[in-house]
């Protein structure tokens, strides 16, 4: 079992639609939670960065951490056709030690928002 | 822009050749992290630095070698080359190492390597 499970879609909404992007997640020692965005060809840009539980906001982007089902999601709020790319969750531990070290990634879902 | 910056942007070299890729983290940042991503692939840790020191080593190949210097840029060596190796290769740095606050990474615009 892989320790980050991420669909990898493609995924396909119309445009102003409410888009919903998750995460599984197999070490109940992650704390530190990541979302990026990656446009094809392009460095991956972060969108959301959440410590622990809870969610958290940016404009029309939020992010939820549910650590007692190790679910995360985003979701994205009156897409939009520029919207449209890979988006990837990573995560890693609080301990600072040997392969904790290392951020943990999904393999990315690919969105497509219509217009 | 992220702050972090990339050179070359492109790359094409013949199989069996080494180049070297050079990365600059934000100003600021003490941690720097390489990554392989090939055509239609997710991203492939290879390894980490902190401050000069070498902190944790993702699937690298013994061909593939790195360092980080003083004035905390990063230059990753990929020797022998083959035509698998052909892929885009990112650099991104954060201020403190995974598993610690402030440990968010930031992305370069990458190297396209084009092996022949």
């Known amino acids: 079992q892989k320790e980050v499970e991420q669909d990898p879609g493609p995924l396909s909404v119309p445009e102003g639609a409410i888009v919903s992007l998750n995460c599984t997640y197999s070490n109940s020692a992650f704390q530190y939670f990541m979302w990026y965005r990656q446009y094809s060809r392009k460095g991956p840009e972060l969108l959301m960065y959440?410590?622990s539980s809870g969610n958290k906001e940016d404009g029309r982007f939020t992010a939820q951490v549910d650590k007692s089902s190790k679910y995360i999601s985003l979701f994205i709020r009156d897409s939009q056709p520029s919207d449209s790319a890979t988006y990837l969750c990573a995560m890693s531990s609080l301990y600072n030690a040997g392969n904790n070290r290392k951020l943990i990634w999904g393999l990315g879902t690919s969105l497509a928002v219509n217009p | 822009d992220s702050g972090v910056t990339q050179t070359p942007k492109h790359l094409i070299t013949a199989t069996g050749q080494r180049v070297t890729l050079r990365c600059s983290p934000r100003s600021g940042d003490l941690s720097v992290y390489w990554y392989q991503q090939s055509l239609d692939q997710g991203l492939q840790f290879l390894i980490q630095y902190y401050n000069g020191e070498e902190r944790a080593k993702g699937n690298i190949l013994e061909r593939f070698s790195a360092q980080q210097f003083p004035d905390l840029h990063s230059e990753l060596n990929l020797s022998s080359l083959e035509l698998g190796d052909s892929a885009l290769y990112f650099c991104?740095?954060?201020?403190?190492?995974?598993?610690?606050?402030?440990?968010?990474?930031?992305f370069g615009p990458g190297t396209r390597l084009t092996v022949t």
């Open positions: 959440t410590y």
């Open positions: 991104a740095s954060s201020v403190a190492e995974t598993g610690t606050g402030r440990s968010e990474q930031y």
